[in-house]
């Protein structure tokens, strides 16, 4: 019966186990600071504005929702937290006299995009949303 050098077992082990390096850059949260694009699907793509503000991990912004009026939207200020890359806000929504609120849920993607859903009270949407890239 062969042998395998304890050596060679132990640089086999540390090989199967991912880099400090990756997991390094898998902990880091990321920045999402800025103003995203965001795309509520429902029977349709319904386009909204999101700007958010990272400050460690609580964050902050606002979401501009369209309302049943064309062309007028409805501002909603928004609190809540990025944890490793999953992000969570919500907001209170005056409007009309009701009272109700908006939860988000969703994730910051590898390639910096964020996905995710949006309950309000008129049920549940998926969203997905892309940065806006600065103007040259």
């Given at each position: 019966?062969t042998?395998?050098?304890?050596?060679?077992v132990?640089?086999?082990?540390?090989?199967?186990f991912?880099?400090?390096?990756?997991?390094?850059?898998?902990?880091?949260?990321?920045?999402?600071?800025?103003?995203?694009?965001?795309?509520l699907?429902?029977g349709h793509?319904?386009?909204?504005?999101?700007?958010?503000?990272?400050?460690?991990?609580?964050?902050?912004?606002?979401?501009?929702?369209?309302?049943?009026?064309?062309g007028?939207?409805?501002?909603?200020?928004?609190?809540?937290?990025?944890a490793?890359?999953?992000?969570?806000?919500?907001?209170?929504?005056?409007?009309g006299?009701?009272h109700?609120?908006?939860?988000?849920?969703g994730?910051?993607?590898?390639d910096?995009t964020?996905?995710?859903?949006l309950?309000?009270?008129h049920?549940t949407?998926?969203?997905?949303?892309?940065?806006l890239?600065a103007r040259?």
């Open positions: 019966m042998r395998i050098p304890a050596v060679f132990v640089a086999l082990l540390l090989a199967s991912p880099s400090a390096r990756a997991t390094a850059r898998t902990a880091e949260t990321p920045n999402v600071t800025g103003t995203w694009n965001m795309g699907q429902g793509v319904v386009p909204v504005a999101l700007t958010l503000e990272q400050n460690g991990t609580a964050v902050s912004g606002v979401i501009l929702l369209p309302t049943q009026r064309s007028e939207r409805l501002e909603i200020q928004l609190k809540g937290e990025l490793g890359v999953a992000l969570t806000l919500s907001g209170a929504v005056d409007g006299g009701d109700a609120s908006i939860e988000i849920a994730t910051v993607n590898d910096g964020m996905e995710g859903t309950k309000g009270p049920g949407v998926s969203w997905s949303a892309e940065r890239k040259k």
